[in-house]
């Protein structure tokens, strides 16, 4: 698992999709840079997400807030007070940690030993297993997972009430050790604000303390009346939002998993209050639903409702997703209640009601969001698509299957060799369907070698120009996954790429 991993870092930077922030300064710890075809698949993913959200929704429209807001918005949110993640620190390494997620790691190991238990008996007993019986009979299995459950409780319970000294104690009852070194001197566990500062204006005495803004989200709240009367929105409604948030992590590792800087898309859908589990159940399932929709597997994505609620919360679950280093959260669905609005109007003094006309009556609206990490659904994405294959022919193939709708490169045309009049051939196939796709042209070294690189880079098609094109104007199109090619007329081919690659 961690092999995989390495091979997605370096495959990442070495295609042009990630680089290391200020790489020649030696980088910047937890920032990165996307690449010429990161920022393809960046995009494209955006672009999926605004138009299962934003098009195909009549009551959901999208606003872009700016990233500095005025600074009572987070007093108001109650970032300022809560926005917290308890910190430990190793007296011997002098090493900071999350207590949580020190926590976290503990009890994902003992999922893990679930996860071998597992894998044994299907192996012992093949097609006959029943793994949902196996989980709920199997003495040893039943122990691991009570003890998880025990505690992931437990530190939810304590977070919840704020109780650090029981983290604390947590944390040293299971004997948890510095990852690194495997001391057991822990400091107390305190709280450390996740928001940076920043100061608008010049002169000293006038700037103003403001912050990065650590989430969307609030830029749509203080706007919910002016989109609600501008756009004449009927509860129910949805505001839809993209945009970067910054925090200050302190555990930043695993990639672009955890950044200090990063992107959200997020939806905000207000509802009458009573209504909020309902519509909180079907934002759960329509989200599932977008994440299978591009193929990457039922069994990798799971629910984890939670037992630790954040302090704006009646109801929260995460889509966890299966990365490299096991199922982490991808996505939250989070019941957010009237907690918002209610604090906007209290800290601004303006009234931020909705009237009913079906009710006749003014209320402050319930929220149900969803809110996804557009750099972790990009590691999502990137990670389950990198695969080493072994060909019949006994070589093995490095490719990038990325759906066909999020893939930087629709299509690269290659002219079988450079001479004949092939290149000035593939140049107008290029120039016809650079009108509509990202194509690539490519006529460096022998074609099965340009194909690899194709393989490699993620491109679906390659569309091959060679000596009977001059004739009946046909190619070949060889699809990435299977390598399967097939012999199509020039002017098929718009077609066949919108079919596969059209959102
Ligand atoms: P975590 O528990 O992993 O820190 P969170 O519960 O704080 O995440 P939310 O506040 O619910 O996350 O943010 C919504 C989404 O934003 C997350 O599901 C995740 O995809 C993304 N996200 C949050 N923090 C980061 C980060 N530091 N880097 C990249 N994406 C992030």
Redo the contacts with the bound molecule.
């Keep these: 698992q961690d092999e995989h991993f390495k091979k997605v870092i370096a495959h990442a930077k070495e295609y042009g999709y990630i680089f290391p922030s200020s790489e020649i300064y030696d980088g910047l710890s937890a920032i990165y840079d996307y690449a010429q075809n990161g920022v393809e698949l960046k995009k494209n993913i955006r672009e999926y997400w605004w138009k299962a959200m934003v098009q195909m929704h009549e009551n959901i429209v999208g606003i872009d807030a700016a990233i500095f807001m005025h600074p009572t918005t987070w007093k108001a949110s109650g970032h300022v007070d809560a926005f917290n993640d308890p910190l430990i620190d190793n007296k011997d390494s002098k090493k900071r940690y999350r207590a949580d997620v020190l926590v976290e790691d503990y009890v994902a190991k003992i999922e893990a030993k679930i996860e071998k238990e597992v894998a044994k008996a299907q192996k012992r007993f093949g097609d006959a297993f029943d793994k949902e019986q196996f989980l709920a009979t199997n003495g040893r299995v039943i122990e691991y997972q009570e003890k998880a459950a025990t505690i992931l409780k437990r530190l939810g319970k304590s977070l919840e009430n704020e109780d650090l000294a029981d983290v604390k104690a947590l944390i040293e009852e299971l004997e948890i050790t510095d990852p690194e070194t495997g001391s057991k001197n822990w400091t107390d566990v305190k709280q450390f604000n996740l928001m940076f500062g920043t100061k608008l204006g010049a002169s000293a005495d006038s700037a103003m303390d403001l912050y990065l803004r650590p989430?969307t989200a609030q830029g749509i709240f203080v706007n919910f009346l002016n989109v609600q009367k501008t756009g004449r929105m009927k509860i129910p409604f949805g505001i839809a939002q993209t945009g970067k948030?910054f925090?200050n992590?302190i555990v930043?590792r695993q990639f672009?998993?955890?950044?200090?800087e990063?992107e959200?898309m997020e939806m905000q859908f207000f509802v009458r209050p009573g209504e909020q589990k309902k519509w909180y159940e079907t934002w759960k399932e329509n989200r599932l639903k977008w994440h299978l929709s591009l193929g990457m597997g039922e069994e990798n994505y799971r629910f984890h409702d939670h037992e630790k609620l954040?302090h704006y919360a009646d109801a929260a679950t995460?889509i966890e997703f299966r990365f490299p280093f096991g199922f982490?959260?991808?996505?939250?669905i989070?019941s957010r209640t009237d907690f918002d609005l209610g604090n906007h109007e209290k800290y601004s003094g303006k009234k931020l009601q909705y009237f009913d006309p079906e009710l006749n009556e003014s209320y402050v609206p319930y929220v149900v969001e969803t809110?996804?990490?557009l750099?972790?659904?990009f590691l999502a994405v990137f990670s389950n698509a990198l695969q080493d294959e072994e060909l019949e022919n006994g070589t093995t193939r490095t490719v990038l299957k990325i759906p066909a709708v999020l893939a930087p490169t629709k299509a690269a045309i290659l002219p079988l060799v450079k001479k004949d009049g092939l290149p000035e051939v593939a140049r107008k196939i290029v120039d016809e369907l650079k009108w509509d796709f990202m194509v690539q042209y490519d006529d460096k070294d022998a074609v099965g070698r340009r194909y690899r690189r194709q393989d490699a880079a993620g491109t679906p098609f390659c569309i091959t120009v060679d000596h009977q094109t001059l004739e009946d104007d046909t190619v070949t199109i060889r699809h990435r996954d299977t390598m399967e090619q097939q012999r199509v007329p020039v002017s098929e081919l718009r077609n066949i790429i919108f079919r596969e690659t059209d959102m």
């Excluded at 672009?256 to 200090?260: A, D, E, L, Y």
């Excluded at 982490?328 to 939250?332: A, F, H, I, P």
Aim: net charge negative; charged share 40%.
């Design positions: 989430e948030a925090r992590e930043a672009i998993f955890r950044q200090r990063f959200q954040a995460d982490k959260e991808l996505e939250g989070h809110s996804i990490g750099d972790r659904m």
